[in-house]
T-cell receptor, first 117, second 110 residues
Framework: GAVVSQHPSWVICKSGTSVKIECRSLDFQATTMFWYRQFPKQSLMLMATSNEGSKATYEQGVEKDKFLINHASLTLSTLTVTSAHPEDSSFYIC?????????????FGDGTRLSIL | GESVGLHLPTLSVQEGDNSIINCAYSNSASDYFIWYKQESGKGPQFIIDIRSNMDKRQGQRVTVLLNKTVKHLSLQIAATQPGDSAVYFCAEYAGNQFYFGTGTSLTVIP
């Protein structure tokens, strides 16, 4: 159980393009999902907390107009990288948990590798 | 911010040997800890978790030890196999958020 699916797994696009990444909880409902960014050989950096039916909470230094998050249902959150540039190239990962985060693990998608030319 | 681990150390072990991966955390109020395994190009995969009211928890070939006195967490892998080669992250839950360590890269030598 507790499967999180992320799509697409790899995107290559030109600078200036907007890219949408989907995160789905396949066998459970997730009122909250998390979006992370990861650089090579580094840890996960939390970008934002996606809340179903309300606005996302962004971490300090993350531009909310650059990284648009929509959590329209209990099983889907999307991250849109608007007008992407080469510096936005990275590995983006989402996670979700089934309930009380104080005693249940987050389950991660397999990530999306974004390459901006 | 929170500090869970600082660098990306590497660990090489012979196949069949036991592995010990360590993690230091900084928030004494953290009460829930998780170990994740991340293979190249994939998302982190849950291995084992432990709550702060426990010192030790065992799974299949893995054991997590928690020392709250020195704020230290370790993951022990018994009879390490080539498939265990990956980056291992510890995570602590504090302030309604998970904080991840930098990770340790484990290489198993056949």
């Amino acid at each position: 159980g507790a499967v999180v699916s992320q799509h697409p797994s790899w995107v290559i696009c030109k600078s200036g393009t907007s890219v949408k990444i989907e995160c789905r909880s396949l066998d459970f409902q997730a009122t909250t999902m998390f979006w992370y960014r990861q650089f090579p050989k580094q840890s996960l950096m939390l970008m934002a907390t996606s809340n179903e039916g309300s606005k996302a909470t962004y971490e300090q230094g993350v531009e909310k107009d650059k990284f648009l998050i929509n959590h329209a249902s209990l099983t889907l959150s999307t991250l849109t990288v608007t007008s992407a540039h080469p510096e936005d190239s990275s590995f983006y990962i989402c996670s979700a948990g089934g309930g009380d985060y104080s005693n249940q693990p987050q389950h991660f998608g397999d990530g999306t590798r974004l390459s901006i030319l | 911010g929170e500090s869970v681990g600082l660098h990306l150390p590497t660990l090489s072990v012979q196949e069949g040997d036991n592995s010990i991966i360590n993690c230091a955390y900084s928030n004494s109020a953290s009460d829930y800890f998780i170990w994740y395994k991340q293979e190249s190009g994939k998302g982190p995969q849950f291995i084992i978790d432990i709550r702060s009211n426990m010192d030790k928890r065992q799974g299949q070939r893995v054991t997590v030890l928690l020392n709250k006195t020195v704020k230290h967490l370790s993951l022990q892998i018994a009879a390490t196999q080539p498939g265990d080669s990956a980056v291992y992250f510890c995570a602590e839950y504090a302030g309604n958020q998970f904080y991840f360590g930098t990770g340790t890269s484990l290489t198993v030598i056949p």
